[in-house]
């Protein structure tokens, strides 16, 4: 399967390419325009509905010694260049928070150690504290920087002389990578390994990036409070040996920073809570079980979204989490195009279960608790979107999976841009439970639900396993997102249902989309379960041009006696100690 662009916007290609938003979760969205020092094109964010177009510039052979995705023949990995941009703070981190084995270590232990102090309690030897009155990008936290570079950007990269290609950026969820992709070919094009990095330096807008072998990497960012940004985070994941520069001025003090004296959105983390090896850094939003909040895991240094679910609310999504079985299934899962799920903790003194997911640092593709009037997204950005549902639903569906609640917001964007199918609490596993069990609400979200799972008089005969439904609610959002509207709209829930099941499908004039496209919703959106498009022939529809395939062969989960008696662990707090 292809990959996508950074926003899901490529009107020529047919690759398929995804962040925490979860569920109902609120969660704060990239976007903007990027037109400053631009030598061609135009790339604009598909959450704003605009195309994406190729400059002339993207194919020029770079100058001698700049970092490319022709110079290493894709791979990246232990090569680079120096970084320009501008910023003001003196007090920067030092060493890489990486302390874990990683394929970049595979020569030597790097001697990036942010974090080999994030099990110990904070310093009070006069260590930087570069929270935001430090003086950093905007009053803004170096954790502040770091997680917002998970989320990627837009740059020019330079090319010869003054010649730029524009490049979408982004931090590796790993922390140890700098990556990056032209517009055109949309996909890895190029990866710098942090650990290996010997300068890093901002001036005004322009970052600079050299590796130890002397090759650059010379980006320039939209605005010069940009680049400050970027030079704020990447200080802190290169080594300590590395010599960091902002305006000529060398910044010696971040070899002092201390994470554990840092503050992430202008709480101290020092002050926050623990649940394991998670320190809970602070709420991203709230989904329909509970609050979400951003971790950081003292173990593999990786930021987590852990939702702090009530055993209390008697609903099938909770159900599902007190059973290992179906939890140790949804650990085994492994798809490019599936949210990953972590850890399930469960508290049996407060009688709350925690949940672990990768942390989707784009946030969902599309907010869709407004029902109408919301702006739509572009035809080609939304192919690039279906690619990846579908290829990961296919991978659902193969395991005996049906996702059941599919809609926009459970469609999660991770700074490459890659699309993820997230929350599964509705989720229903037929290798594991029995049909529909004893669920007598409808499940899924009203609006995106199949006519045949609706509380109504006039719902066709469900079939007894709802791959069915899954497509339905596929072919929901996909009306949404290139509609801004639900495709069946009514005063009340119980309206909405009647209308799912008895309304002839109507679409609007406005925005006008392809004749394939109609085509292939009508398909989607058949009442009849047995009549409507399946999986695979939506996969194989004309309208993706190509049919949309996977990336490697699917292979059946198999869960063990074990993976059943570890799936849910114990949680265990620990508490700053002015709340002990």
């Not at 002050?271 to 850094?281: D, P, Q, S, T």
């Not at 989904?287 to 609903?315: E, H």
Request: hydrophobic share 35%; net charge neutral; glycine share 10%.
């Amino acid at each position: 399967m292809g990959r996508n662009d950074p926003d899901g916007l490529s009107a020529d290609r047919s690759g398929g390419g995804s962040s925490y938003g979860g569920g109902d979760e609120e969660v704060q969205r990239g976007g903007g325009e990027f037109s400053e020092g631009r030598s061609g094109g135009d790339y604009t964010d598909d959450s704003e509905g605009d195309s994406y177009v190729d400059g002339p510039d993207d194919d020029e052979d770079d100058e001698d010694g700049s970092y490319d995705e022709e110079d290493d023949g894709g791979e990246g990995a232990g090569r680079g260049k120096l970084v320009r941009q501008n910023s003001s703070f003196a007090r920067l981190s030092a060493d890489s928070w990486l302390t874990v084995v990683s394929e970049y270590e595979q020569d030597g232990p790097n001697e990036n150690l942010l974090f080999s102090q994030v099990e110990e309690e904070p310093k009070n030897d006069g260590a930087a504290d570069v929270r935001a009155a430090g003086g950093t990008a905007a009053g803004r936290s170096v954790l502040d920087c770091v997680v917002d570079l998970l989320r990627g950007t837009r740059a020019q990269k330079r090319k010869m002389l003054r010649r730029y290609g524009e490049r979408w950026i982004w931090l590796g969820d790993d922390l140890l990578s700098l990556n990056w992709k032209s517009k055109k070919r949309g996909v890895d094009m190029g990866r710098l390994n942090l650990t290996k990095v010997k300068k890093l330096k901002g001036s005004d807008r322009e970052l600079t990036v050299e590796a130890q072998d002397g090759r650059r990497l010379v980006l320039t960012l939209a605005t010069a409070e940009d680049a400050k940004m970027w030079l704020t985070g990447l200080s802190c994941l290169v080594p300590k040996k590395a010599k960091v520069t902002q305006m000529a001025k060398v910044l010696k003090e971040r070899v002092n920073y201390d994470p554990l004296r840092d503050s992430w959105r202008g709480k101290p983390v020092a002050g926050r809570k623990h649940v394991n090896e998670y320190i809970l850094l602070g709420g991203i939003g709230r989904g329909s079980f509970g609050k979400v909040k951003l971790a950081l895991s003292t173990l593999d240094k990786r930021f987590y979204a852990v939702k702090i679910i009530a055993k209390s609310k008697k609903t099938a999504g909770v159900s599902a989490m007190a059973n290992p079985e179906e939890q140790a299934v949804l650990r085994k899962l492994d798809h490019p195009n599936v949210v990953k799920h972590r850890d399930v903790l469960f508290e049996p003194e407060g009688e709350r279960f925690v949940v672990v997911v990768e942390y989707m640092a784009r946030g969902v593709v599309m907010d869709s608790s407004k029902l109408e009037g919301v702006k739509p997204l572009s035809e080609d950005g939304v192919r690039e979107i279906m690619r990846d549902v579908v290829a990961g639903l296919e991978y659902m569906h193969t395991q005996r999976i049906v996702h059941m609640d599919i809609k926009p917001d459970n469609l999660l964007r991770c700074g490459d841009g890659t699309v993820k199918l997230s929350d599964f609490g509705e989720a229903r596993m037929y290798d594991v439970t029995s049909g529909d069990g004893n669920k007598s609400s409808a499940p899924g979200t009203p609006a995106f639900i199949a006519p045949e799972l609706c509380m109504s008089d006039k719902s066709p005969k469900a079939p007894p396993e709802s791959y069915a439904a899954d497509v339905w609610s596929l072919g929901a959002s996909l009306f949404y997102m290139v509609y801004g509207r639900a495709p069946f709209l009514a005063k009340s829930v119980f309206e909405i249902y009647d209308s799912i099941c008895t309304h002839k499908l109507k679409f609007p004039e406005q925005p006008k989309i392809s004749r394939k496209l109609k085509d292939l919703i009508k398909k989607m959106l058949t009442k009849e379960p047995k009549s409507r498009a399946t999986l695979a022939e939506v996969g194989k529809h004309p309208w993706f041009g190509e049919r949309v395939v996977q990336k490697d062969e699917i292979k059946k989960i198999r869960i063990t006696p074990a993976d059943v008696e570890s799936a849910i662990g114990r949680a265990v707090w620990t508490l700053p100690p002015e709340n002990e």
